[in-house]
């Protein structure tokens, strides 16, 4: 079984997810993020939740 881990955009603990510049994505959140529209208000969520968790992971590191 993979450890689980935390999504940086929504705090969910699974296994089920992908790892992009070494911060977290669960599975549902990644399908939300490349299924929002640019123009949507949610995308720019999406960019700024990537954003912190990245600047944060480098910190740490």
């Given at each position: 079984m993979r450890e689980q881990s935390c999504c940086s955009v929504c705090s969910k603990r699974t296994s089920k997810g992908i790892y992009v510049l070494n911060v977290f994505l669960c599975h549902e959140c990644e399908q939300e993020m490349v299924n929002t529209p640019v123009e949507d208000?949610?995308?720019?969520?999406?960019?700024?939740q990537?954003?912190?968790?990245?600047?944060?992971?480098?910190?740490?590191s």
């Open positions: 208000p949610k995308y720019q969520f999406f960019v700024d990537m954003s912190k968790a990245h600047h944060q992971s480098m910190i740490v």
